[in-house]
């Protein structure tokens, strides 16, 4: 018994092993396209790495790894949703065309980073305005606009910056969700933009994220956040159509309203264990 044990363990060691290097393989063919990229450019836009198929399929798998194996991989995971989400991709972007704010939101290319933000205006805004509590999340939760990465991977400019938009307001959605940055949270989210959006990067998150929650927190997510979280998701208005930076002055309660959003069941500490 204790032979096949031993079988066992060791059959099960070389697949994680194998696993790993499909990770480790994806990082590097991920960083040496970056190096290549800087240095002799003709993709797309600014920042696009040509890629094969095949490339996509090995980036696809090997980021998917990693980043199950740590989802705070965010270089992984937006790796992961560049090579997995171009129908879907092309979904949204359809969706936007055919709302007039989205539609700008396209012409224009609005980006939001903290060179584009105005910290002092959104501080100086009364509390329970949409931007007051854009500020508050990114400060109770230690975060930043700027850890977006740029996309790379996606062989459109168009859908590329739907892309990049869905990825700047991810915070802006904690915001309107009332959701922190733990796990828990992280996980709402996801089930909320794998309904909104159908990313399979979302989709993917939604279903192996509640294996890193503990019971506790699985009972909150699957008889409160999971079922609020997806039903808003569904019936929400397209939220990368939404000109949020000419909506800080807005009240979050009124935005919500708009979108038909309801608040969330369950209040969430950004101080809580992820």
């Given at each position: 018994?204790?032979?096949?044990?031993?079988?066992?363990?060791?059959?099960?060691?070389?697949?994680?092993?194998?696993?790993?290097?499909?990770?480790?393989?994806?990082?590097?063919?991920?960083?040496?396209?970056?190096?290549?990229?800087?240095?002799y450019y003709h993709g797309l836009y600014p920042g696009h790495i040509p890629t094969t198929?095949?490339?996509?399929?090995?980036?696809?798998?090997?980021?998917?790894?990693?980043?199950?194996?740590?989802?705070?991989?965010?270089?992984?995971?937006?790796?992961?949703?560049?090579?997995?989400?171009?129908?879907?991709?092309?979904?949204?972007?359809?969706?936007?065309?055919?709302?007039?704010?989205?539609y700008s939101i396209l012409i224009e290319r609005p980006r939001i980073?903290?060179?584009?933000?105005?910290?002092?205006?959104?501080?100086?805004?009364?509390?329970?305005?949409?931007?007051?509590?854009?500020?508050?999340?990114?400060?109770?939760?230690?975060?930043?606009?700027?850890?977006?990465?740029?996309?790379?991977?996606?062989?459109?400019?168009?859908?590329?910056?739907?892309?990049?938009?869905?990825?700047?307001?991810?915070?802006?959605?904690?915001?309107?969700?009332?959701?922190?940055?733990?796990?828990?949270?992280?996980?709402?989210?996801?089930?909320?933009?794998?309904?909104?959006?159908?990313?399979?990067?979302?989709?993917?998150?939604?279903?192996?994220?509640?294996?890193?929650?503990?019971?506790?927190?699985?009972?909150?997510?699957?008889?409160?956040?999971?079922?609020?979280?997806?039903?808003?998701?569904?019936?929400?208005?397209?939220?990368?159509?939404?000109?949020?930076?000419?909506?800080?002055?807005?009240?979050?309660?009124?935005?919500?309203?708009?979108?038909?959003?309801?608040?969330?069941?369950?209040?969430?500490?950004?101080?809580?264990?992820?």
């Amino acid at each position: 018994m204790w032979l096949r044990l031993g079988k066992t363990f060791q059959r099960l060691k070389r697949r994680r092993c194998v696993l790993n290097c499909k990770a480790v393989c994806a990082q590097q063919l991920c960083c040496s396209s970056t190096v290549s990229s800087n240095s002799y450019y003709h993709g797309l836009y600014p920042g696009h790495i040509p890629t094969t198929p095949i490339q996509k399929a090995l980036l696809a798998v090997g980021s998917g790894i990693a980043a199950l194996q740590n989802p705070y991989r965010h270089d992984m995971v937006a790796v992961l949703g560049e090579t997995t989400g171009d129908l879907t991709l092309i979904k949204l972007r359809d969706r936007m065309r055919n709302d007039p704010e989205g539609y700008s939101i396209l012409i224009e290319r609005p980006r939001i980073r903290l060179s584009t933000l105005d910290l002092t205006k959104l501080a100086s805004l009364p509390d329970g305005a949409f931007g007051r509590e854009y500020l508050r999340f990114l400060e109770n939760n230690h975060v930043t606009p700027d850890s977006r990465a740029d996309v790379k991977f996606v062989d459109n400019e168009e859908l590329a910056y739907v892309m990049q938009r869905y990825r700047e307001v991810h915070d802006l959605l904690h915001t309107l969700l009332g959701m922190p940055t733990n796990m828990l949270g992280e996980v709402a989210v996801k089930w909320f933009e794998a309904a909104q959006t159908g990313l399979p990067m979302c989709a993917l998150g939604a279903v192996l994220g509640p294996l890193r929650l503990n019971a506790s927190r699985l009972q909150t997510l699957f008889t409160s956040l999971g079922p609020w979280a997806l039903q808003n998701g569904w019936r929400a208005r397209c939220v990368l159509s939404i000109y949020y930076e000419r909506r800080w002055d807005q009240s979050l309660d009124d935005l919500r309203q708009e979108l038909n959003i309801e608040p969330p069941p369950v209040t969430l500490s950004a101080t809580s264990t992820k």
